[in-house]
C-alpha cells in the first residue's frame, strides 16, 4: 500500500506539473497572440490607406485616371475664374493680352498662380493621386497650355480631327475673344471633352479666326499691359469682363 500511495502522489505531481505548464503555454500562447493581433492593428492604422478614387482601380489605371480628374479639376477652376467676380479680376489679366500667341499662356496674375497651387495640391490629395500622375499631368499642362496658345493655324481638316482628343490654338482663341459669349467658351486647356460634355464648347467665333478681336473692353490701350498696370489690375476698373 505503502509503495501505491508513493507512486500516486508520483503520479498526482506530475499531473500537476503537467496541468501548471499546460496553462502557462496558454497563456503565453494568449498573449503573444494579443500582441501579433495589436501589432498588425497598429502596423494597418499607421499604413496610409489609398484614397477611395484611386482604391477602386488597379495600379495600371491609376495613372491615366488621377490625369484625366486632374484635367476636370483645372477645367472646374477655369469656368469658377471666369464665373466669380472676384476671381475674375484676378483671371482677366490673362485675357488683356490685345494680341494672341504664346506669351498670352505665361501672362497669368501672381496670386492666380498661387491659388491654383493651392487648388491643385487639394485635388492631388482628394485623389490621392500617385507622384508620377501628377509629373505627366504637369508636363501635359504646360505643353498644351502653351501650344493652344500658339498664333498658329492648322490646316483645317487637321484642326478637325485634333479637336477630338486636344485642345487646338483656333479652339481656344474663340474664348480669348473680346465678346463676353465667346470668352465664357472653350474653358479646356489640355483635354477638349469636357467643354463638349458640359456644354461650354464653341466651335468657331462669330467674327471668323480673320475678323476676331482678342481682348477684354476694360484695356485695350498697350500702355495697360506694362507691368505696373498689370500688378495692380485686380483693383481697377469694373468687374465685368
Same mark, same amino acid.
Given at each position: 500500500?505503502?509503495?501505491s500511495?508513493?507512486?500516486?502522489?508520483?503520479?498526482?505531481?506530475?499531473?500537476?506539473?503537467?496541468?501548471?505548464?499546460?496553462?502557462?503555454?496558454?497563456?503565453?500562447?494568449?498573449?503573444?497572440?494579443?500582441?501579433?493581433?495589436?501589432?498588425?492593428?497598429?502596423?494597418?492604422?499607421?499604413?496610409?490607406?489609398?484614397?477611395?478614387?484611386?482604391?477602386?482601380?488597379?495600379?495600371?489605371?491609376?495613372?491615366?485616371?488621377?490625369?484625366?480628374?486632374?484635367?476636370?479639376?483645372?477645367?472646374?477652376?477655369?469656368?469658377? &475664374?471666369?464665373?466669380?467676380?472676384?476671381?475674375?479680376?484676378?483671371? $482677366?489679366?490673362?485675357?488683356?493680352?490685345?494680341? &494672341?500667341?504664346?506669351?498670352?499662356?505665361?501672362?497669368?496674375?501672381?496670386?492666380?498662380?498661387?491659388?491654383?497651387?493651392?487648388?491643385?495640391?487639394?485635388?492631388?490629395?482628394?485623389?490621392?493621386?500617385?507622384?508620377?500622375?501628377?509629373?505627366?499631368?504637369?508636363v501635359?499642362?504646360?505643353?498644351?497650355?502653351?501650344?493652344?496658345?500658339?498664333?498658329?493655324?492648322?490646316?483645317?481638316g487637321l484642326?478637325? @480631327?485634333?479637336?477630338?482628343?486636344?485642345?487646338?490654338?483656333?479652339?481656344? $482663341? @474663340?474664348?480669348?475673344?473680346?465678346?463676353?459669349?465667346?470668352?465664357?467658351?472653350?474653358?479646356? &486647356?489640355?483635354?477638349?471633352?469636357?467643354? $463638349?460634355?458640359?456644354?461650354?464648347?464653341?466651335?468657331?467665333?462669330?467674327?471668323?479666326?480673320?475678323?476676331?478681336?482678342?481682348?477684354?473692353?476694360?484695356?485695350?490701350?498697350?500702355?495697360?499691359?506694362?507691368?505696373? $498696370?498689370?500688378?495692380?489690375?485686380?483693383?481697377?476698373?469694373?468687374?465685368?469682363?
Amino acid at each position: 500500500m505503502g509503495v501505491s500511495r508513493r507512486s500516486y502522489a508520483a503520479q498526482r505531481g506530475v499531473s500537476e506539473a503537467a496541468v501548471r505548464k499546460s496553462i502557462a503555454t496558454g497563456h503565453h500562447a494568449r498573449q503573444m497572440g494579443a500582441e501579433t493581433a495589436a501589432g498588425t492593428a497598429c502596423a494597418a492604422a499607421a499604413k496610409p490607406a489609398p484614397q477611395a478614387a484611386i482604391r477602386a482601380v488597379g495600379d495600371n489605371l491609376a495613372v491615366p485616371l488621377s490625369t484625366l480628374l486632374m484635367d476636370l479639376a483645372i477645367y472646374l477652376q477655369h469656368v469658377l &475664374f471666369h464665373a466669380v467676380p472676384g476671381l475674375w479680376r484676378l483671371h $482677366r489679366k490673362h485675357h488683356t493680352d490685345l494680341e &494672341f500667341d504664346v506669351t498670352t499662356g505665361l501672362r497669368f496674375h501672381p496670386v492666380e498662380i498661387v491659388l491654383s497651387m493651392v487648388i491643385k495640391l487639394a485635388a492631388v490629395m482628394a485623389l490621392g493621386a500617385p507622384a508620377v500622375a501628377v509629373l505627366l499631368f504637369e508636363v501635359l499642362l504646360n505643353a498644351t497650355a502653351l501650344f493652344n496658345h500658339a498664333n498658329i493655324r492648322l490646316p483645317v481638316g487637321l484642326d478637325r @480631327v485634333l479637336r477630338w482628343v486636344m485642345v487646338t490654338p483656333d479652339m481656344h $482663341r @474663340v474664348h480669348h475673344s473680346v465678346i463676353p459669349a465667346e470668352t465664357n467658351s472653350n474653358f479646356g &486647356f489640355n483635354l477638349p471633352w469636357w467643354d $463638349r460634355l458640359l456644354g461650354t464648347y464653341r466651335a468657331q467665333p462669330k467674327a471668323g479666326h480673320e475678323g476676331i478681336t482678342i481682348g477684354i473692353e476694360q484695356f485695350r490701350t498697350p500702355r495697360d499691359l506694362w507691368l505696373d $498696370r498689370m500688378l495692380p489690375q485686380p483693383f481697377r476698373g469694373q468687374t465685368a469682363g
